[in-house]
């Protein structure tokens, strides 16, 4: 009798704390996701001010700041980076192209570099990563690499500007180096046994394992490509060549050369909006570029900590 009642008051303590713990788990849970979601709200109130901003007109802007909600609803700062329709449509092929190449021919030589350094029985591989991560340090300066990409590279004007200048990054390529050495060894040691190549090594059983580290450098190297205009300043000079970003730098500047000048000469350039076309200039500018995150998010933290971690 005692023994079946020291059983049950057992059994009822045990149901007490696993109610407990489920009370606890139910409580953090509830602080955790509203604790995320309000960090997930407070940044996605300033892209919804951005929209929102560019659909208004200036002289709310000016008058009201910025807010939510419109004040003064408007789409004058649309209908003029709308004007010529044909040239932003080019402009957005052109970057699309140097993106997409750039990113896929950056993330083959990134891999493929990172792979070779990180074998071990590469003789030289210490020396040649010494050699890039010397790089890193020192470089020509710009009117060096100015006149090796006119003069001996001819590269003036051809697309090829804007691609290979970001085309091997040493950073990324630490972190895929460091990423594929957390590989076991044994995998390709097994496939070598099976009779298989280094390039067969590297293609099906390397990168399938890499997806981590190769969504996350890619992401980066897309937003590079899609975010650059300097090279584009630096080396194209033909209108039809222009990438989005250069292409809106430029409307942006003569918006605000014509808002100086009108200002001196007295004359109302109340028509002329300046802080809403700044706005829709960031959206159209960010649009496209933003759906690609959905797409490897769900290797991004795992890639981004991997490299963090290892040295």
């Given amino acids: ?3 079946s009642f020291e059983s049950a008051r057992m059994l009822r303590d045990r149901a007490q704390i696993g109610a407990r713990r489920s009370g606890a788990i139910v409580v953090f ?5 509203s604790l995320v979601s309000v960090a997930a709200l407070l940044c996605l109130i300033p892209f919804l001010m951005v929209i929102s901003g560019s659909f208004t007109s200036d002289h709310a802007i000016s008058n009201y700041g910025y807010s939510l909600i419109p004040k003064e609803f408007s789409v004058k700062a ?9 040239d932003i449509l080019r402009a957005y092929g052109v970057s699309i192209f140097v993106t997409v190449c750039g990113t896929f021919l950056g993330l083959f030589l990134v891999s493929m570099t990172g792979y070779v350094l990180n074998r071990k ?5 210490n020396v040649i990563a010494f050699f890039f991560y010397f790089t890193t340090l020192f470089n020509g300066g710009l009117v060096s690499y100015y006149i090796m990409m006119i003069r ?3 590269l003036k004007d051809n697309l090829l500007s804007l691609i290979i200048p970001g085309i091997l990054n040493v950073f990324y390529l630490i972190i895929m180096r460091s990423f594929m050495s957390s590989i076991p060894e044994a995998i390709s040691e097994s496939a070598k046994i099976d009779g298989a190549g280094d390039f067969t090594i590297f293609y099906k059983l390397i990168l399938p394992l890499s997806k981590p580290a190769l969504a996350t450098i890619g992401l980066f190297i897309a937003l590079e490509y899609w975010n650059d205009w300097y090279n584009a ?3 194209i000079t033909s209108n039809e060549k222009f990438p989005l970003q250069y292409m809106l730098y430029n409307m942006l ?3 605000e050369s014509i808002s100086r000048i009108s200002a001196t000469a007295n004359v109302n350039v109340q028509d002329m909006p300046t802080q809403s076309l700044k706005l829709a200039m ?10 690609a995150y959905p797409f490897v998010q769900k290797y991004f933290i795992r890639g981004i900590t991997v490299g963090a971690v290892k040295g």
């Fill in 1 to 3: 009798m005692s023994a």
């Fill in 29 to 33: 849970n509830i602080l955790g996701y």
């Fill in 78 to 86: 649309y209908s003029i980076l709308f004007r010529y329709p044909e």
């Fill in 121 to 125: 029985d590469f003789r030289y591989r």
């Fill in 152 to 154: 001996y590279y001819h």
């Fill in 233 to 235: 300043m630096l080396f």
């Fill in 253 to 255: 500047s003569e918006s």
């Fill in 282 to 291: 960031a959206v159209i500018a960010t649009g496209p570029i933003i759906f």
